[in-house]
């Protein structure tokens, strides 16, 4: 029986002595919370990774109402890296500050997406629709293709 990769260890860096690291960040410290997971790129990655993700969201006290929208762009964007990319492997790194979640995804592949193509030219086909679900759950959301992989970031408001 093949064995489920894990996430490899996460990365605080804000959980230092005397941080309340169960609060979301005081406004006047400047202090940007981060977190990161390396995942095998494979099916099992990627609710293990949003698995990842919504801890992260709870450890940092994030608003309920932000779970949806962070379950939905990691497996989105986590699953688009595994399924087009070809990589071996994926890269989530989460930051929060007062304002904003960020959700970047890193891949080490080539997506198979061809530039000025509709991503969605057949209106009855399943699939092609990811990035449109990201982009309207999140305030921003950019994608950068480059030979040596791809870099995604969507960013979550926090606040109305």
């Not at 006290?61 to 070809?86: K, T, Y």
Request: proline share 8%; aromatic share 2%.
């Amino acid at each position: 029986m093949p064995t489920i990769p894990h996430p490899g260890q996460a990365v605080l860096t804000d959980d230092r002595p005397g941080n309340r690291p169960s609060h979301r960040p005081d406004p006047t410290s400047g202090v940007r919370r981060t977190a990161g997971c390396l995942a095998v790129a494979t099916a099992a990655s990627v609710p293990a990774l949003r698995r990842f993700a919504r801890g992260m969201a709870a450890h940092w006290g994030l608003p309920v109402g932000i779970d949806d929208a962070l379950r939905l762009v990691v497996s989105e964007l986590v699953g688009n890296a595994v399924r087009h990319s070809g990589g071996r492997e994926v890269a989530l790194l989460l930051s929060v500050d007062l304002a904003t979640l960020s959700v970047e995804v890193r891949d080490n592949g080539r997506w198979l997406l061809r530039p000025g193509r509709p991503r969605h030219e057949d209106e009855l086909a399943c699939g092609g629709r990811g990035l449109d679900i990201v982009e309207a759950h999140a305030r921003r959301c950019t994608v950068d293709a480059r030979p040596g992989g791809t870099h995604v970031v969507a960013e979550l408001a926090l606040t109305d």
